[in-house]
């Protein structure tokens, strides 16, 4: 018999990953936590005002949360390739707004909802000037969240400002 729902809790294939881990690498990021990407972090849970927020580096093996934002200390700054939605996000090269998981059966089974308690996600990808999908610049939440087009444009427009960020660094500025 055919499982229907057997696709729909994978992590995406990411074949981009070789390549962004040989990027992060040579940019200097994704390796170990950075104050300054903890205070972009910081920053976009004001914002938001959200509870919890990131900024997510992905290689072939795991997901690093480079900046982090957490109301405790029980965060780690590293998750599985197959917890969370910002593997989604990736691979899609898009934003993406998850106003309440369950609403959602691709994603509601993810590991995070039963494990955390994650409810609402609110995310946009780090696109630099090669083209390479570095990760993400994201927002959970443990209760659903109406994020709307004003949160997709705020996930956005945070996204774009790190990229810039990231691309003074490579140049030599600050």
Not at 25 to 44: E, V
Not at 87 to 115: I, S, W
Not at 130 to 142: E, K, P, Y
Request: with cysteine; aromatic share 8%.
């Amino acid at each position: 018999m055919y499982d229907t729902t057997a696709h729909l809790l994978l992590t995406p294939v990411d074949k981009e990953a070789p390549s962004r881990a040989r990027r992060l690498r040579r940019l200097g990021i994704g390796l170990r936590p950075d104050l300054a990407f903890d205070a972009f972090a910081d920053r976009l849970a004001v914002v938001t005002g959200a509870p919890y927020s990131m900024v997510n580096f992905i290689d072939e093996n795991r997901q690093f949360f480079a900046g982090l934002h957490a109301r405790d200390d029980t965060v780690s700054r590293y998750m599985a390739r197959d917890h969370g939605y910002c593997p989604h996000v990736v691979v899609r090269r898009k934003a993406l707004v998850l106003e309440d998981v369950r609403d959602y059966p691709r994603f509601a089974g993810n590991p995070v909802v039963d494990e955390i308690g994650i409810r609402s996600y609110l995310g946009a990808p780090l696109i630099d000037r090669t083209g390479t999908a570095l990760g993400t610049v994201c927002v959970v939440d443990v209760e659903p969240r109406p994020w709307g087009r004003s949160g997709l444009e705020t996930i956005k427009a945070m996204a774009a400002e790190l990229i810039e960020q990231i691309h003074r660094r490579e140049d030599g500025g600050i």
